[in-house]
């Protein structure tokens, strides 16, 4: 099931007492953690949404270095159960559409002025949840609980049922990674709408996160008075200046990270492998690898130019890509 949000295709309301599992899926789509969610999760649990920062409706295979040419609908249709998985695209459009009077570009200034990031990336990259919630909005969609995630992360072991009901008795309203070494100071991209003492803000790492309803519901109310941060500092500077009444857990101090998540290193599919073996139960960040060839689709297009798209994993860790 797919919608438009930009044209209010279709209101729905979830089933009580259920999760939602929404993945931030990058323009240059990986479907292994969609994958295994599709199979493993109890629908009688869990709701699981791609959500597609996207304003052209086309995305490249991970297999495909750059080309931008398959449609989302195609990529959606080869998971494994269709029917079981909905998805969504918010153009920047009715992202304004649902903000017409906050200022984005000005949080997101380094994405706009880097033009070759900006080939690859939509706006969502640098400001994800008003994203979210701009999704909730114009869909409906109400939740008590949002896992959200990245489609580049992934847990060893893939026993993801288990991880998320751990925390179902946990009153976090944000459940999120925060490190110490990233000391507040003024990055280059650390943008906020409004002036906030340096002590509350803290960086955060998206890639695996739980919000409540009642923080999204005030993370809205604040966007649509135009008070807005880039992602990383966002959500979690809000909650830190609003203890107690905001809860705030860091993953870092549970035994759920693995040794190569929080600064943003590469994992390969070798390396994957690996960890699968030795660091049983952890979440990495970000697994970087192409596709088989098998799993393109045989009508697939592809330009002159285009580098090889099929390798083995050793010749896939070798192929610079963008980042996202």
Not at 47 to 66: K, R
Not at 68 to 93: A, G, M, Y
Not at 135 to 157: I, K, N, Q
Not at 264 to 281: A, G, I, K, M, S
Request: net charge negative; with cysteine.
């Amino acid at each position: 099931m797919g919608m438009r949000l930009g044209a209010l295709a279709m209101v729905m309301v979830a089933a009580a007492g259920k999760d939602a599992i929404v993945i931030r899926m990058a323009n240059h789509v990986k479907l292994d953690l969609v994958q295994v969610l599709c199979t493993s999760l109890p629908s009688a649990s869990y709701d699981l949404w791609l959500l597609f920062d996207n304003t052209t409706g086309l995305v490249a295979n991970e297999a495909i270095y750059g080309q931008l040419n398959e449609t989302i609908e195609s990529v959606v249709s080869r998971l494994p159960d269709p029917p079981r998985t909905r998805f969504s695209i918010i153009s920047e459009e009715a992202l304004y559409a649902v903000y017409p009077h906050t200022n984005f570009v000005d949080t997101a200034d380094f994405l706009h002025t880097q033009k070759a990031l900006r080939e690859h990336v939509h706006l969502g990259w640098a400001i994800s949840i008003p994203f979210v919630n701009a999704w909730r909005v114009l869909s409906g969609e109400e939740y008590p609980r949002y896992w959200v995630l990245e489609d580049d992360t992934r847990l060893t072991g893939d026993d993801y049922d288990g991880f998320f009901s751990s925390y179902d008795a946990h009153p976090a309203d944000l459940i999120t990674t925060t490190d110490a070494k990233d000391k507040p100071r003024k990055y280059t991209h650390l943008r906020f709408t409004w002036d906030i003492p340096m002590n509350y803000v803290l960086k955060q790492r998206q890639y695996v996160e739980r919000y409540s309803l009642k923080l999204l519901d005030a993370l809205h109310t604040m966007t649509r008075n135009g008070l807005v941060a880039f992602c990383e500092f966002f959500s979690a500077t809000v909650c830190n200046a609003d203890q107690p009444h905001c809860v705030l857990h860091n993953l870092k101090d549970d035994d759920v990270l693995g040794d190569r998540f929080l600064h943003n290193t590469r994992v390969t599919q070798d390396d994957w492998h690996n960890l699968t073996l030795t660091q049983p139960n952890r979440w990495f960040h970000a697994l970087k690898w192409l596709g088989r060839c098998e799993d393109l689709p045989p009508d697939l297009a592809l330009p002159a130019s285009a580098p090889p798209f099929c390798h083995s994993p050793t010749e896939a860790a070798r192929v610079r890509r963008p980042r996202r």
